[in-house]
């Protein structure tokens, strides 16, 4: 069952002093076609939306358009005619580039929903926002976690910001992509949200890849420890899925180690600007960006346990 908190069930949208009717949402611009974004493209195509999408590089969107998705040549030409537009690129300046530089905010049409799920920044959410109002759009922020097997899977945990009444007109759209969707408050709070997952998530990584390598330099059968200690107080998603990748040497990525280090980046500065010191926070930072450093800035953020080999 979905889990939804705080969405108001409403036949009529009530925003900034203008009332939309609600429409359904048919047709989905959606731009980045990477290790998340495929599998929450091919989610909303088996939920009935039709997609038409946009990558830079198009030989990553071929199986995509072979599946029923339309390729779009730019984000302008992607978010034009469609009812939502959701992204899902790398870093805070191509979000931005996405939605600025006469992109889908000058293209969408009147009263679509621009969604950005993206990991990005609190501020930049505001930015888009007070944009997409001045030209009669909606926007949320809709940072995801799960990774790329809840992407897959479409069991994303889904964290939006913006006004509650948009939040309710996208839920179908949620709905396929994810299985917790939680309302977290106004513009910019759902990458507030993310921040604090990204936070949780950094020392856990340290915790997970020392107790791993201990139990193997203690002589110990790993994959027997794991079963021990992945159901009690120690349990985590990170133990039991990028665990067990660490113990097989699998260091694909799920999640790049590249794009850890900037959410990183982006969780220090806000905790910064918010005067709070997060000790390990900074010291995971550091070890990533070592990482990054030898060469494995692509390889997926359980490739920490290779500083203990």
């Not at 590249?258 to 600007?273: F, G, V």
Request: one cysteine or more; a neutral charge.
């Amino acid at each position: 069952m979905h889990a939804v908190h705080a969405i108001v069930n409403s036949g009529t949208i009530t925003w900034t002093g203008r009332r939309v009717v609600a429409m359904a949402v048919k047709t989905i611009g959606f731009v980045g076609t990477g290790v998340m974004g495929r599998g929450m493209i091919r989610n909303l195509m088996k939920a009935g939306f039709t997609l038409q999408v946009f990558n830079r590089t198009k030989s990553k969107a071929d199986d995509l358009i072979a599946e029923g998705a339309v390729w779009k040549a730019s984000p302008a030409e992607t978010a034009a005619g469609a009812d939502a537009v959701i992204t899902m690129v790398g870093y805070p300046e191509d979000v931005a580039s996405v939605y600025f530089d006469n992109g889908i905010i000058d293209h969408a049409k009147p009263g679509a929903c621009l969604i950005d799920m993206t990991t990005s920044s609190p501020q930049l959410a505001e930015k888009i926002d007070k944009a997409a109002a001045a030209k009669e759009l909606y926007a949320l922020d809709a940072p995801v976690s799960g990774g790329d097997v809840g992407a897959r899977e479409g069991t994303l945990s889904i964290m939006i910001g913006g006004d509650p009444q948009i939040a309710e007109r996208l839920m179908p759209v949620f709905q396929a992509m994810g299985r917790k969707i939680v309302y977290q408050g106004k513009a910019g709070s759902g990458q507030h949200t993310k921040m604090a997952n990204q936070i949780a998530i950094a020392s856990n990584m340290i915790g997970v890849a020392e107790a791993l390598a201990y139990a193997r330099r203690a002589g110990l059968d790993a994959d027997k420890v794991m079963e021990s200690i992945e159901t009690g107080a120690a349990g985590s998603w990170s133990l039991s899925n990028l665990g067990r990748r660490m113990l097989k040497g699998d260091f694909a990525p799920g999640f790049y180690i590249k794009h850890l280090i900037k959410d990183e980046r982006i969780a220090l500065e806000s905790s910064e600007s918010l005067g709070l010191a997060t000790p390990g926070l900074a010291l995971s930072k550091k070890i990533y960006d070592e990482l990054a450093a030898n060469g494995e800035e692509n390889s997926g953020t359980q490739a920490i346990y290779k500083k203990y080999l």
